[in-house]
């Protein structure tokens, strides 16, 4: 499945990230989580380290967000963003909290990192009542234009070197944050430059977002910036694993945006607002999901 | 992945299955009579065609169910997004909506062959072949899908874009076009927020609009801004952008990059417009080009009226910068109530192909996502031809070579053309890029543009050809060139610095055509400095119409950033001309202007630009502006005195500006209101009181008393107001001692009313033992107003009731002002109930009676006595509704109302208003920080503003820092409207609302009529003025009248038995005044038609015309007056817009 790769721990230092049994882990950020749930290479991976263990995962990414869930506000103010954030986050009882900020104030006009450090800052403060253990992502780098593209590229220069620093400059500002909060930081910009450099550009097909065959190529960059080294799976059970995980992912999105929320539980409630009981079901079948993961990670063990 | 179900001639399997689901129908039928015999012969039938026209079948279930949008390839082959899961996913559900493409192997006009192309997918509502591939809206996301090799399911995809939001599964994004620049365009919807992560960074829009995407460059922009639901966009033979709405009313719109157009919570401070207010919903949009068309059909725009079951049919004219839209007789129109055409498109034999979503339930708001009557399991595709005349050979693209395709894009089918470029976008490579370099295209105008196109569709540079561009001779041709340009000059910066060169510049903002200046205008946006400002400017030194002037107004504030700084430098070249900075200034009203502006005022103290400076200044300045300007309001020509004040004093309450530091002495002024003046200098005194209310002026305290007590009418009102704006200790003891001790109520109830705003509970017990000691209704009715729109005022009033005894009619008053208030409170209404001792507040209909109701309108009811009930004045309906875009524009449209909503729907709505209410009429209740409770529509959220509509149909504008809580109201209608009909009365208007929409008689008109009219009632003022003067004043000075509205019959008529008369002197004839408007956006001669001449005398404003000729016009609005000898016409008024006048104009409809 995937290639065995030599692998340096994280820092000589830290010691190997490790999940718990009853661990619930809730993953916050941009594109970069909100795509993993769709292919689910990263979480099956981790899953995949502590077959015997319940863990669950809940992927709250969402496209385009930033330290100040500013995505996430639909018909409100930019400000109700982050209180929805807050609130989806501590409604699902973290002990874990992965965080993946930083790409999108990165790639900014006026990228700003000192006031994307304070934010993250303030963020995770305001998330301190879960007592969740906080693991940070950095951002992943872009990659060059000249690679990617529907036509394999246009050869057009994009604003690359000062993306590149921009990119660079968050994710020490994300390193700084974890250091003086005593939180774990994954440093995927590093690891995932470093992989670059060895092994060409070709996670992306866009520059910037990892497309299925990038996430599955990426999965021992990504242990790796938890300290974690991959031996790869045996196939068929990361697959039957990977299924489950999907369309638990699958109903859990669902659950979290269903689509009309207008008319379920918005403004136009009174209308629709009748079957918003359905969404409600779904927490049976995310539970069951959950359930079947288990199943699938102890099976053929 | 699976391979893919192909089954070639499935017609006649087709055909089989359908006679059994027939079969199985009448149980189902049984259940709900509504659902239709599913028989596509049955609702082919169905259709009336345009003359010489004729319909066919070309696919129907089971081949596709439920299509959404159909583009097609370069093979000719007919793709289509389709959606079973539409509205809403079930629970668990594994979606498996999908792409299918629908072929025609044997050129017979019908398809043989379906091939799914896609599966698995949530609800595609677009879909676009290209890049191998297709792409395809999904849910959040937009994928390209692809097949490995041919002939399997598509097993490889990519995400395009992702982030789209899904607030509303009729909103995702949907409409994906190529443009003819070789971008992909596609749409989205107001409820729908998207944050799209690209390389060039995030993309955000909050609301609906017009995307454009370069695959080729990944870039991603908002192209407009706007609408409700853009489900059609096209682009005319030229270039020029269109679209339509579902849900804003205003028909065919022509886009304008940039630009912002109607929509619920606009951002945008002012919007363009559609060409047909008063349309129905539309969906789709196809312009008809091609040689099977005949001739008097191309350019035309064909759209769907997807409620109202028509296939409609609009002819553009150029009309200056944009164009003018005029309904002609359908395509198609039918009663079958499952025919929804949602999509429309000429296809490779240039026929047109017509999408039917088919389903006699369309809504998801309104009606229950798991409605059984939805339809989940069929789907049309109908097909147009021309009677007669020759299809047009299929062109062969997929595999032709250099030279045949540039032989292609010669032909007069657009469809032809589409495919060349995009063959161009998808072969490019240095190869085809170096033969289209050494390629010499014919130097004929269509030659030219389309090998332009082929250029920017194939990644090659156009700046060498940019000069014989700008020199086509074919204004038509040329107007799109700027525009097109724009959109490449960002990834070409070589481009931009070509044009924006100094003297091309020149050039090119004076060209002939406004339409290619409306294009270069926003193409300075591209090169943003305050040069490219300046030059902007030039626009104003030729005619202008207001697309034009909205296209300045946009630039000059994409670019403030590079010109304020300028002007506040003294740098900026306007070339001297007061009227650009004007313009220029009062399009950014920034206050970082105003001292560069009060420098101006002070040079042009005696020039005659003085006024207009100064009006700016009024709207833009700080309090210590303003208090300079009512200082010296002397100084200024009295003709102008009462306009400038206004706009002064409107700027201080609605800017909340607080008091200057300087002081102002108005003493003088306000003192002079306690003798009789002039009426203007007395209204300008008036509003000085009102200042001294906004800033505390309490030294001017006795003299408000004196005034308050001393005089009457509108002087006592505002000295009272402004006392109690004081808000003051010595201001509540005296309106206190007012309100008990007054000798004249009036002065009783104005004191009353001023002092819930400083002491609500004070207010509540003088309104109490006033109401105990007697009281008039018209007291109730302005007293228990005030508490009902004040935070807590309810609750405190019903307090006071307590155990108190008032007059029944006193009661019923005050229950209507309750009743109509934002959230009437059961509280007060138990207390006024009690209090007037009335019987308990009627019952809310039941399910049952409410079912009956709609039974019976249908059996009973007669839609031509329904009419008259919803003419009735006392009823109210016109006040706030409007069909065919003549009425108020408070609540929805009706004009297609009956062929869209369920009989009981409209019972429902007239009984319980609050049970269903329509897209974008929630209101928004605000309350704020002074405590006052506003309800209204939102109209737009823009500069720290939010305006609402108000029920009576009044625009409130409030600060976004005085809103101390907002939240979703209800409707706006009130409950009990239709509580004085009889039951039969109601059944005739429910079945009247019914008709309303449907082919018939009150099908939506598509004649250029009057509709809105306003006439002068026999009011004493206006007997006053006509008896002084003459009735002809009113063509004169219209504002000297008090109007009244009127409005035409769905049928156009206006019946004079319902238009009031005058009559001047005894023994002169009765006479009824009436006027309309027209806006006129190109100058020439304008045609009026009327029904009959009988008695009519006619202006245009103010000078009298004769009907039957041409009569000249220029750009702008024009009132029509028209006075009639009632004596020598009974007959009713029916008046038209007659085509053939050279002048560009429009009907003005609304209230």
């Known amino acids: ?301 | 992945m699976n391979t893919a179900f192909s089954s070639s001639r499935i017609c006649g399997l087709a055909r089989v299955c359908l006679a059994l689901l027939t079969l199985t129908i009448p149980a189902k039928a049984q259940r709900d009579a509504k659902i239709p015999d599913p028989d596509p012969e049955i609702e082919r039938k169905s259709f009336i065609v345009a003359p010489g026209f004729e319909v066919n079948l070309f696919a129907a279930d089971p081949m596709l169910a439920k299509p959404i949008q159909m583009n097609w390839d370069a093979r000719g082959r007919l793709w289509l997004a389709t959606s079973e899961t539409y509205p809403q996913i079930k629970p668990g559900q594994t979606p498996n909506d999908k792409i299918i493409i629908l072929e025609d192997t044997n050129n017979d006009g019908v398809a043989d062959k379906t091939e799914v192309f896609a599966d698995g997918l949530l609800i595609p509502t677009a879909v676009l072949p290209g890049d191998g591939g297709a792409y395809v809206a999904n849910s959040t996301e937009i994928i390209h899908l692809s097949q490995s090799k041919p002939g399997i399911k598509a097993d490889k995809k990519r995400v395009v874009l992702s982030g789209f939001g899904t607030e509303d599964t009729h909103h995702l994004i949907h409409t994906f076009r190529w443009g003819p620049d070789g971008a992909m365009y596609f749409n989205q919807s107001v409820y729908i927020h998207s944050h799209v992560e690209t390389p060039h960074g995030t993309k955000r829009l909050n609301g609906g609009g017009i995307w454009r995407y370069e695959p080729r460059t990944q870039k991603l922009e908002v192209f407009a801004r706007g609408f409700w639901n853009p489900w059609g966009l096209q682009f005319d033979k030229y270039g020029q952008m269109f679209a339509t709405d579902g849900a804003n009313g205003e028909g065919i719109v022509h886009v304008i990059p940039g630009a912002s157009y109607p929509t619920g919570g606009n951002q945008a401070p002012r919007v363009l417009h559609g060409m047909n207010p008063g349309s129905p919903k539309f969906c789709g949009l196809e312009i008809v080009s091609g040689r099977h068309f005949p001739d008097d059909w191309q350019g035309d725009c064909i759209t769907n009226d997807f409620r109202g079951h028509r296939v409609c049919r609009f002819k553009l004219r150029d009309a200056g910068s944009t164009f003018e839209s005029r309904e002609m007789t359908e395509v198609i129109k039918s009663n079958h109530p499952a025919f929804r055409p949602i999509d429309v498109s000429i296809g490779p034999d240039g026929a047109l192909y017509i999408a039917d979503w088919y389903n006699p339930i369309i809504q998801h708001g309104e009606v229950d996502f798991r409605d059984p009557r939805r339809d989940k399991t069929h789907g049309r595709i109908w097909r147009v031809t021309a009677k007669g005349r020759p299809l047009v050979e299929r062109p062969k693209l997929a595999n032709a070579t250099f030279e045949q395709l540039i032989e292609a894009s010669k032909a007069p089918e657009a469809w032809t053309r589409s495919m060349v470029r995009r063959q161009f976008a998808e072969s490019s490579s240095e190869n085809v890029a170096y033969r289209l370099f050494k390629l010499t295209p014919a130097q004929d105008d269509h030659s030219l543009l389309e090998y332009f196109l082929i250029n920017a569709n194939a990644g090659v540079s156009h700046a060498p050809m940019m000069a014989a561009l700008f020199e086509m001779k074919d204004e038509r041709y040329r107007a799109t060139i700027p525009q097109l340009l724009t959109n490449l000059m960002r990834t070409e910066k070589s481009l931009q610095r070509d044009l924006v060169e100094e003297d091309l510049l020149q050039k090119l903002l004076t060209d002939a055509s406004p339409r290619f200046r409306l294009g270069m205008l926003r193409a300075l946006t591209v090169d943003p400095s305050a040069a490219t400002a300046a030059a902007a400017l030039k626009v104003l030194d030729k005619p202008t119409d207001p697309t034009l002037e909205y296209a300045l107004w946009l630039t000059l504030r994409e670019l403030q950033n590079h010109w304020i700084p300028a002007f506040k430098e003294g740098k900026f070249d306007y070339g001297n001309d007061i009227k650009k900075l004007s313009f220029a200034l009062e399009a950014v009203q920034s206050p970082e202007t105003i001292p560069a502006l009060s420098q101006l005022i002070a040079k042009n103290a005696n020039t005659p630009h003085r006024p207009a400076l100064q009006l700016l200044m009024a709207k833009m300045g700080g309090s210590e502006e303003l208090a300079e300007m009512i200082e010296g309001i002397d100084r200024d020509p009295i003709t102008e005195r009462l306009a400038l004040m206004t706009a002064i004093e409107q700027s201080i309450a609605s800017r909340r500006l607080p008091k200057p530091k300087t002081a102002v002495d108005v003493r003088l002024r306000v003192q002079a209101l306690l003798k009789p003046s002039n009426e203007s200098q007395e209204a300008i005194d008036r509003l000085l009181v009102k200042i001294a209310g906004h800033w505390k002026l309490t030294g001017l305290r006795p003299d408000l008393e004196q005034l308050a007590v001393a005089t009457s009418g509108a002087n006592r009102e505002v000295a009272v107001s402004a006392l109690a704006e004081f808000g003051d200790a010595e201001s509540k003891v005296k309106l206190t001692e007012w309100a008990t001790q007054a000798q004249e109520p009036i002065l009783r109830i104005l004191a009353i009313k001023a002092l819930a705003s400083i002491d609500l509970s004070r207010a509540a017990k003088l309104t109490t033992s006033l109401f105990v000691e007697g009281g008039s209704e018209e007291s109730a009715a302005l007293l228990i107003n005030e508490f009902v729109n004040r935070k807590n005022g309810a609750a405190i009033l019903a307090k006071a009731l307590e155990s108190k005894t008032i007059r029944s009619d006193l009661a019923k008053v005050g229950l209507r002002a309750v009743r109509n208030s934002p959230n009437p409170s059961p509280a007060l209404t138990e207390a006024l109930t009690k209090a007037g001792s009335l019987g308990a507040a009627k019952k809310e209909p039941t399910a049952a009676e409410i079912k009956a109701l709609a039974v019976d309108a249908l059996k009973l009811g007669d839609a031509a006595r329904g009419e008259l009930v919803y003419r009735r004045k006392e009823i109210q309906c016109m006040a706030c509704h409007a069909i065919n875009g003549a009425g108020g524009q408070v609540g929805p449209d009706l004009t297609s109302i009956g062929a869209s909503a369920q009989t009981d729907y409209l019972v429902d709505s007239l009984l319980l208003p609050n049970k269903a209410i329509k897209e974008g009429y929630h209101t928004v209740d605000v309350t704020t920080a002074a405590g006052r409770i506003h309800s209204g529509v939102k109209v737009r959220e823009a500069g720290g503003e939010l305006v609402l509509r108000d029920k009576d149909d009044k625009e409130i504008t409030l600060k976004l820092d005085d809103i101390e809580t907002r939240r979703a109201g209800r409707t706006l209608m009130p409950d009990g409207t239709v509580e004085s009909l009889t039951r039969a009365e109601l059944l005739d208007l429910v079945r009247f609302l019914g008709e309303l929409g449907k082919v018939g008689a009150y099908e939506p008109g598509k004649a250029p009529l009057v509709r809105t009219w306003r006439m002068a009632e026999a009011t004493p003022e206006n007997m006053n003025l006509f008896r002084r003067e003459r009735v002809g004043v009113a063509a004169e000075k219209p504002a000297a009248v008090t109007w009244s509205a009127a409005y035409s019959r769905v049928n156009g008529e206006l019946p004079l038995a319902d238009v009031a008369t005058v009559t001047t002197f005894k023994g002169v004839a009765p006479q009824s005044v009436m006027q309309f408007k027209i806006a006129v956006s190109s100058a020439g001669d304008l045609k009026l038609a009327v029904n009959s001449p009988d008695g009519l005398a006619a202006y245009i404003d103010g000078t009298a015309v004769a009907l039957d000729k041409p009569i000249p016009v220029t750009v702008g609005d024009k009132v029509v007056t028209l006075i009639v000898n009632r004596e020598k016409r009974q007959t009713a008024l029916r008046m038209t817009l007659d085509d053939s006048g050279t002048a560009r104009a429009r009907i003005v409809g609304g209230k």
């Open chain 1, 1 to 301: 499945m995937v290639a065995l790769l030599a692998l340096l721990p994280f820092t000589a230092s830290a010691p190997p990230f490790e999940l718990k049994d009853g661990d619930r882990v809730v993953w916050i950020g941009s594109a970069i989580a909100e795509r993993e749930q769709k292919y689910g290479y990263w979480e099956t991976a981790l899953l995949c380290q502590w077959p015997d263990l319940k863990i669950t995962f809940r992927n709250l990414g969402w496209s385009g967000d930033t330290v100040e869930g500013i995505a996430r506000a639909s018909f409100d103010p930019p400000a109700k963003g982050y209180e929805r954030l807050i609130k989806a986050v501590k409604d699902e009882k973290p002990t874990v909290i992965f965080v993946s900020y930083g790409s999108v104030e990165a790639l900014e006009k006026n990228a700003d990192p000192v006031k994307f450090e304070k934010q993250l800052e303030k963020l995770l403060e305001d998330l301190s009542p879960t007592k969740a253990r906080v693991v940070l992502f950095s951002p992943t780098p872009s990659e060059p234009d000249s690679l990617t593209g529907p036509h394999g590229g246009t050869g057009q220069p994009r604003e690359e070197v000062t993306q590149a620093f921009s990119v660079k400059f968050h994710t020490q500002a994300v390193g700084a944050v974890a250091e003086r909060g005593g939180h774990r930081f994954a440093d995927l910009h590093t690891q995932l430059m470093k992989n670059a450099k060895l092994n060409g550009y070709t996670f992306t097909d866009n520059g910037l977002h990892y497309s299925e065959a990038g996430y599955e190529g990426t999965i021992p960059d990504f242990l790796t910036s938890l300290g974690i080294s991959w031996a790869g799976e045996e196939p068929k059970r990361f697959d039957a694993v990977r299924k489950a995980v999907l369309k638990k992912n699958e109903l859990y999105f669902h659950k979290y945006r269903p689509q009309n929320e207008t008319y379920l539980f918005g403004f136009r409630k009174h209308e629709q607002g009748k079957n918003a009981a359905e969404v409600k079901e779904l927490e049976k079948m995310i539970e069951a999901a959950d359930r079947d993961i288990q199943k699938q990670l102890s099976q053929s063990r």
